[in-house]
């Protein structure tokens, strides 16, 4: 009989992967594994390479099931096969808009997941290029509604999901304030998905308290923009804009901010966006330390926030768009 030590170096042993991102490709070129039951390891579902019905997958959705597993050797067959499907599936106007996004959520989360976890700014930075293309070309392209994206991205508290929400976010409230240059999306996406770049080297056991931090704990916390800024403002592929988003994010309008505690003109057009839904982000989703704010909550919880900390003219364009 295994104890619960060997099932859970079993189940180490695998990647888990959104099912949502399996149902809308072809041909698997990995292992799909089962694994619902906490207590044991994860259960052969499908071999490689062996065609399965075309409601197969989508059963196991309805059935509740929303996460299978890879094994770990197979990650990057799995990786290469999202990106290698990524660019039809979502220029698919056959497949409902909701899917598509979903699809893309999905599949930037485990992009995200992944290169995170490698530690390899390069091919962070390569990986996160290509994934604010897929971004920004669904959001120029398509008319997406907040309350629609909202429904279909998950709401934890990791570092990935977090990024990725917010640059989303930051593509909906920039387009809804006037911003229709593709490039430009592109540019606000991924200072969206890097802004929290320094947040990877704070020790999870930080990031993931319960309690009240420390004052040693909440310094390391603060230090996130400038270690995310420092990483960065050394390449040449990083414009001074994203730059700023990165390191001027939690910074406030009346000064009262951190890294620096600089306000008004000094902020950056984009790190002002971005301030505004990284705070909506971040009360709208699941953390340690506290339940989840409602949309409504969150709005008033903005509005509070203006005129003397965030933008009033975004924070009000933001809650125009969350109402649609």
Aim: glycine share 6%.
């Amino acid at each position: 009989m295994s104890t619960a030590t060997d099932v859970a170096s079993q189940r180490r042993n695998f990647l888990p992967v959104p099912l949502h991102t399996l149902c809308l490709t072809g041909t698997l070129p990995v292992d799909i594994y089962l694994g619902q039951e906490k207590e044991s390891a994860p259960v052969l579902f499908r071999r490689r390479h062996i065609d399965i019905a075309g409601d197969e997958l989508s059963t196991l959705l309805e059935s509740g099931i929303e996460t299978v597993y890879v094994p770990r050797e197979q990650a990057e067959d799995y990786q290469n096969h999202l990106q290698n499907n990524v660019v039809s599936i979502i220029a698919n106007h056959d497949l409902p808009l909701t899917d598509r996004l979903q699809f893309l959520g999905d599949t930037g989360r485990s992009m995200l997941r992944e290169v995170f976890q490698g530690g390899q700014l390069d091919e962070t930075i390569k990986q996160v290029g290509e994934l604010s293309t897929y971004m920004s070309t669904i959001i120029s392209e398509n008319e997406v509604v907040v309350s629609e994206l909202f429904d279909v991205l998950r709401h934890d508290y990791h570092t990935y999901t977090h990024v990725y929400n917010v640059a989303s976010y930051s593509l909906l409230l920039a387009k809804g304030l006037g911003v229709s240059d593709e490039k430009e999306l592109r540019d606000i996406s991924m200072g969206g998905l890097l802004h929290d770049l320094g947040k990877l080297r704070i020790p999870l056991r930080i990031l993931n308290k319960k309690e009240r931090l420390t004052d040693t704990e909440w310094a390391i916390i603060q230090r996130h923009p400038t270690d995310g800024f420092i990483d960065l403002a050394v390449r040449d592929d990083m414009t001074e804009a994203q730059l700023m988003m990165v390191y001027q994010h939690h910074e406030k309008l009346d000064g009262s901010g951190y890294p620096v505690g600089i306000g008004g003109n000094e902020l950056h057009f984009y790190a002002k966006v971005c301030a505004v839904v990284d705070i909506f982000e971040a009360l709208t989703s699941n953390r340690p330390y506290r339940n989840p704010a409602t949309k409504n909550e969150a709005m008033e919880i903005l509005e509070g926030l203006t005129p003397n900390k965030l933008d009033q003219e975004m924070v009000q364009c933001w809650k125009a768009l969350t109402i649609q």
